[in-house]
T-cell receptor
Framework: AQSVTQLGSHVSVSEGALVLLRCNYS??????LFWYVQYPNQGLQLLLK??????LVKGINGFEAEFKKSETSFHLTKPSAHMSDAAEYFC????????????FGTGTKLQVIP | EAQVTQNPRYLITVTGKKLTVTCSQN?????MSWYRQDPGLGLRQIYY???????DKGDVPEGYKVSRKEKRNFPLILESPSPNQTSLYFC????????????FGPGTRLTVL
């Protein structure tokens, strides 16, 4: 069975500092991987996705993530945090070739300190 | 505008009183899904539907029903709500043959007293 693990339910960074949100996955077949962001009182929106093309994926708002098969990781990074980045971030996995069963991680709340 | 809509956005009800949360998408997506979001647990899939009249259980289907009579609509039914179903619910849709990106509705916050 597939699973997604997000290390750290809460992460705090200073404005301008590097953002690193960790995601590790487990799956029996090659996966699609996603990062979603949820702002307060809103639904989820897609930040970026990995679909087996380039391993370094660039998303919206300056975020990027690197797929590392050997480490089964898909960590999300941003070089310089902005106050508007404060939100909850979810890593998600979809098995290729299967039905549309998406597995989400438990989420990481990012706090940006001025 | 491409979107997924849910109604109601907020609902307070009592134990045992049947309710329906509606979900509609205007993107002609084949796949639709319901999730519940609880603190510390992330999003857990309740039910999903691959197409009209095709539905299946997700990870936490107990106490819920769904139907998919039309491609655009995927209502979530709680026949006899209980307090442990107090949660934030999201509907999502996607096109399996495309980017596989899920488009989420704005959420329905349900409180069962």
């Amino acid at each position: 069975a597939q699973s997604v693990t997000q290390l750290g339910s809460h992460v705090s960074v200073s404005e301008g500092a590097l953002v690193l949100l960790r995601c590790n996955y487990s799956s029996s077949v090659p996966p699609y991987l996603f990062w979603y962001v949820q702002y307060p009182n809103q639904g989820l929106q897609l930040l970026l996705k990995y679909t087996s093309a380039a391993t370094l994926v660039k998303g919206i708002n300056g975020f990027e993530a690197e797929f590392k098969k050997s480490e089964t990781s898909f960590h999300l990074t941003k070089p310089s945090a902005h106050m508007s980045d404060a939100a909850e971030y979810f890593c998600a996995l979809l098995l290729k070739g299967g039905y549309q069963k998406v597995t989400f991680g438990t989420g990481t709340k990012l706090q940006v300190i001025p | 505008e491409a979107q997924v809509t849910q109604n109601p956005r907020y609902l307070i009800t009592v134990t045992g009183k049947k309710l329906t949360v509606t979900c509609s998408q205007n993107m002609n997506h084949e796949y639709m899904s319901w999730y519940r979001q609880d603190p510390g647990l992330g999003l857990r899939q309740i039910y999903y539907s691959m197409n009209v009249e095709v539905t299946d259980k997700g990870d936490v289907p107990e106490g819920y029903k769904v139907s998919r009579k039309e491609k655009r609509n995927f209502p979530l039914i709680l026949e006899s709500p209980s307090p442990n179903q107090t949660s934030l619910y999201f509907c999502a849709s996607s096109e399996p043959r495309g980017s596989n990106e899920q488009f989420f509705g704005p959420g329905t916050r349900l409180t069962v007293l």
